[in-house]
């Protein structure tokens, strides 16, 4: 099956700071979402973004699909920035709207 | 518009007893997946329905777990009987049938086995 690899797997940020997410997946895809997983556990959509760019205030995200690759900017970081990442895919096998794969998560901790 | 729901949130159960999670989709949303997140591990998918038709159980780890979505609204998730490897958050998500296919999920329910 697919591969899907985040890094870094942790991330310490000082308040303030920019920082760079990354996503490599093994395969063509149908579909790519970015999650935030909260400290209360809930996955929160951030981006739906199979190719292109998108953003969304302080959050940007860049998806190369050619390449296999996806990109999530935070910029100017704040504390409610902390959690979870996870980057997720659904292969072009067949139908689209199946299963999404995720990636292991970036943990990040934004520092006050 | 509300979101996906699940009942209980929380779950604790002895090894052996029998367990039935609950997932409401958005309202329209024909597709709807159940994933898992066992301690230390990654989500994992177990099983699509589009309506009330399973599209896709791949995922389903063996034959103690049993999803259900009759009338293709709400689906229900029993495992039975529980084991102790059983214990982690499962996560509901829905998306529409006709596309964009970005799918929401659920606040998940944190089962624990003991």
């Known amino acids: 099956g697919i591969q899907v690899e985040q890094s870094p797997p942790d991330l310490i940020l000082q308040e303030g700071a920019n920082s760079t997410l990354r996503c490599n997946f093994s395969?063509?895809?149908?579909?790519l979402q970015w999650f935030h997983q909260n400290p209360w556990g809930q996955l929160i959509n951030l981006f739906y973004?199979?190719?292109g760019t998108k953003q969304n205030g302080r959050l940007s995200a860049t998806t190369v699909a050619t390449e296999r690759y996806s990109l999530l900017y935070i910029s100017s970081s704040q504390t409610t920035d902390s959690g979870v990442y996870f980057c997720?895919?659904?292969?072009?096998?067949?139908?689209?709207?199946?299963?999404?794969?995720f990636g292991g998560g970036t943990r990040v901790l934004v520092k006050p | 518009e509300a979101g996906v729901t699940q009942f209980p949130s929380h779950s604790v159960i002895e090894k052996g007893q029998t367990v039935t999670l609950r997932c409401d989709p958005i309202?329209?949303?024909?597709?709807l997946y159940w994933y898992r997140r066992v301690m230390g591990k990654e989500i994992k998918f177990l099983l699509h329905?589009?309506?009330?038709?399973?599209?896709?159980e791949s995922g389903m780890p063996n034959n103690r777990f049993l999803a259900e979505r009759t009338g293709g609204t709400y689906s229900t998730l029993k495992v039975q009987p529980a084991e102790l490897e059983d214990s982690g958050v499962y996560f509901c998500?829905?998306?529409?049938?006709?596309?964009?296919?970005?799918?929401?999920f659920g606040p998940g329910t944190r089962l624990t086995v003991t």
């Open positions: 998500a829905s998306s529409q049938e006709q596309g964009p296919y970005e799918q929401y």
């Open positions: 395969d063509s895809v149908n579909n």
């Open positions: 973004i199979p190719s």
């Open positions: 997720a895919v659904e292969t072009n096998w067949g139908a689209a709207g199946n299963k999404l794969t």
């Open positions: 309202s329209g949303h024909d597709n």
């Open positions: 329905f589009v309506k009330e038709s399973k599209q896709d």
